[in-house]
């Protein structure tokens, strides 16, 4: 089962909040656009964004004319969600492994945006929405690319003019905590959240396991650029070549 006080963003909800607020933000010069394309939305399309976090991504489907529906397991981040859409969606806290309020077969579309990376159970989250989805229905996931982006087990090499990326582990799962307040020295005060690493074989066994096919998977690069430097060319071509984030598209069968 999924641990809620382990996994749940709620002491981060305002800090994340702010960074999507951020238009240079990856959300919105990455991965809004991108998916925007991948979903290529119609008018009443029944969508569920799952671990929706304040709603940035939910209400931007609203607005292109689906029927959103919303959890995430952080009351905090709900409550933001709440007070700043203004759009007409209905959020929900609630574990992604669990969403009766949502009958059998009712949804179109479920869309997981950097979160299944964050989520321990995921054999349970995909199996309901298995449940929840139509005949044909999809998932479309977003994730920071697990063979490049591995927590305390990936990093970035200058060597000879290359700016390259180093993994030291891959196929092993792990369970990361992340210091979300690096710089603060009082115990009481630090904020860690934890991310779990996995393979792409193991979201793809247990994708299959539950009945989804893949249909897409895209590999998307970052959109920063490097300061004047003598490393700035080398880097720029490595952003170029070595993915940040992967989307995996998959349907019901």
């Keep these: 089962m999924q641990n809620n006080k382990d996994t749940s963003w709620n002491k981060v909800a305002s800090w994340y909040d702010e960074l999507l607020k951020n238009d240079e933000s990856y ?12 979903l290529d939305l119609k008018k009443g399309e029944q969508v569920y964004d799952l671990a929706c976090g ?14 959103v529906v919303a959890s995430d397991l952080s009351k905090n981040l709900i409550e933001t969600a709440k007070k700043n859409s ?12 669990r969403a009766q309020f949502l009958k059998d077969g009712s949804m179109d579309t479920i869309v997981v945006v950097l979160a299944i990376q964050n989520i321990e159970n995921v054999g349970e ?27 305390q087990g990936s990093d970035w090499c200058f060597v000879d ?9 891959y196929l092993s799962e ?35 396991k539950n009945s989804f096919a893949i249909t897409r998977l ?13 490393r700035q060319a080398a880097e720029d071509k490595a ?15």
């Excluded at 003019?161 to 582990?169: A, E, H, K, L």
């Excluded at 070549?241 to 992967?246: H, K, L, S, Y």
């Design 54 to 67: 304040q709603g940035y991504f939910a209400n931007v489907f609203a607005h292109e004319g689906a029927n």
């Design 218 to 230: 895209e590999e998307w690069i970052s959109h920063k650029q490097s300061g004047t430097g003598p």
């Design 239 to 253: 952003r170029k070549e070595i993915p940040m984030f992967m989307c995996i598209e998959v349907r019901k069968i």
């Design 86 to 97: 203004k759009e007409k969606i209905n959020f929900y806290i609630s574990p992604a492994h």
């Design 27 to 38: 959300q919105a010069k990455v991965i809004l656009p991108n998916l925007l394309r991948v």
């Design 174 to 208: 792990s369970k990361i905590f992340i210091d979300m307040t690096p710089g603060e020295k009082n115990p009481k005060k630090k904020i860690k959240t934890i991310t779990f690493h996995r393979s792409l074989q193991y979201y793809m066994k247990l994708l299959a």
């Design 161 to 169: 003019g290359v700016q390259s990326r180093i993994v030291s582990q």
């Design 125 to 151: 989250v995909f199996a309901e929405c298995k449940r929840v989805l139509k005949k044909d229905g999809r998932i479309v996931l977003v994730l920071n690319h697990p063979a490049f982006r591995i927590p």
